[in-house]
């Protein structure tokens, strides 16, 4: 049985995303580690968006505006730089 390769392509955030979502968790109480288990993604996972290095899925970037209680102009920021055809968002992972 032939695998497909899956040809991945990394895409750069905003540079103000991850300082606006260290805002958002620091504003909130969180740390790092508290907002991975409340939204169900890893912590390095959380601490690379945050630093800018990660665009969040689609799915991820709900996650973290729910857990992190963004106002209605940082939830359009975050979901504008979310992908929607990688990670928890990928076609893929919704079919099964």
């Known amino acids: 049985m032939a695998s497909k390769a899956r040809i991945r392509i990394r895409r750069t955030p905003p540079a103000e ?6 805002a958002a968790r620091e504003r909130t109480g969180h740390t790092q580690a508290r907002v991975s288990i409340a939204a169900g993604l890893g912590r ?5 968006i945050e630093g800018g290095h990660r665009t969040p899925s689609r799915v991820a970037a709900e996650r973290l505006a729910d857990v992190l209680q963004l106002t209605e102009l940082e939830r359009a920021q975050l979901f504008a730089a979310a992908v929607s055809d ?8 919704q079919a099964a």
């Open 17 to 22: 995303l991850g300082p606006m979502l260290a």
């Open 44 to 48: 390095s996972y959380v601490c690379l």
């Open 86 to 93: 990688a990670g928890l968002s990928h076609p893929a992972r």
